[in-house]
């Protein structure tokens, strides 16, 4: 029913946690069991881990290191791969990752002390690997901002992916570091319909504003470029071109893509997700996303997971291709300068 949508969230129901003997789970959330109670308001939860930068294994992305400030995220994007890893903290990928968010105070202490080890080389960090280091908490928490103070005393390079436009609050520290070629920012951009977008990343900034903050990136000489992500044939594969179009407009020197894939608890909280509020379009959809993995809605192999297989996988790929030589032809993102890098994080006069 609609009256038991839960709106300015994602997912409509707790998925089970695979890790758990003992739970509680809405079975059947399509109205056989009685509606479960779900706190629709955020819980906090503090985690004191011993380290903060992490080793990244995986072939398919650019970087080596990441760090998380945050786990889970308020923004409900139905559609994230990190809502498995809330299963390790023995919660659930459904409203749990959107609604308890475990925040790590210690951050840019443990950062700090990672950078004064004598084994540290000097490495660009992505902020962040699992969920988003500008999320609305991030405003009351401020981790993310000292992270980039830290950055910015020991000249390490970072990379940034975010969908919020709190990270203009700290442009005079982004700015510090692009002066030495010691970050790159990407703004993630799913789709610039607005109806479309209150329905699959509910509490994020809007496509407008994120286009903006492009602008003002770009306008203060911080290297920026978009993320198309990720690409949901059926519902946002179409607008790919006009995305990658207006960012380069505003200023983006990059773009990349991925498509969606719905590992995990994932694939039961979108199938419910698309059921509830595209029933008309469920199959196209549905089986489309089958399509560019192979039969399945989630493919783990690591070099194709993230660009699908099959004509359909293959004819998005080539429509980005061709906005990308359109669109962004001489134009790129600089390269790192590990080179700065200041172990004592005191300027060196002479």
């Known amino acids: 029913m609609e009256s038991d949508y839960i709106k300015g969230r994602g997912a409509q129901f707790n998925a089970k946690n695979k ?89 840019p202490k443990l950062l700090e002390k990672e950078l004064l080890k ?35 005393k020991y000249q390490n390079p970072v990379g940034i992916i ?3 436009s709190l990270i203009l609050r700290d442009l005079n520290l982004l700015q510090a570091l692009s002066e030495n070629n010691l970050v790159k920012v990407s703004i993630s951009i799913t789709t610039l319909n607005e109806k479309l977008r209150l329905k699959l990343e509910p509490r994020t900034a809007n496509c407008y504003k994120r286009l903006k903050v492009i602008e003002k990136l770009a306008a203060a000489k911080i290297p920026v470029g978009v993320m198309v992500a990720p690409i949901i044939p059926g519902l946002n594969n179409h607008e790919m071109p006009t995305i990658m179009k207006k960012a380069a407009e505003a200023g983006a020197m990059g773009a990349g893509m991925t498509m969606v894939r719905l590992n995990g608890a994932i694939q039961y909280l979108f199938k419910d997700w698309l059921e509830k509020n595209f029933p008309d379009r469920f199959n196209k959809v549905w089986n489309q996303i089958s399509q560019i ?31 990308l030589n359109k669109y962004y032809s001489g134009k790129s993102m600089p390269a790192y300068d590990t080179t700065r890098f200041r172990k004592s994080g005191m300027m060196n006069l002479f």
């Open 162 to 164: 975010t969908k919020n």
């Open 19 to 107: 890790f758990l003997v003992q739970q509680y789970v809405h079975e059947h959330h399509e109205g056989i069991d009685e509606m479960m109670t779900l706190n629709k308001s955020t819980r906090v939860y503090y985690e004191y881990p011993k380290k903060i930068v992490n080793q990244v294994k995986s072939p398919d992305l650019a970087f080596s290191l990441s760090m998380n400030p945050y786990q889970g995220c308020e923004h409900g994007c139905i559609y994230c791969y990190a809502r498995n890893s809330h299963e390790y903290w023995g919660f659930s990928a459904g409203t749990d990752f959107e609604s308890k968010i475990i925040v790590k105070p210690d951050a």
């Open 118 to 152: 004598k084994s540290w080389k000097p490495l660009p960090i992505m902020l962040s690997g699992n969920t988003d280091c500008y999320q609305p908490l991030e405003r009351k928490f401020k981790i993310t901002q000292q992270l980039l103070k830290v950055l910015v």
């Open 293 to 323: 993995h192979d039969g399945q809605v989630n493919d783990s192999e690591w070099g194709r997971r993230m660009t699908g297989t099959g004509p359909l996988a293959e004819a998005i790929t080539k429509l980005f291709k061709t906005s």
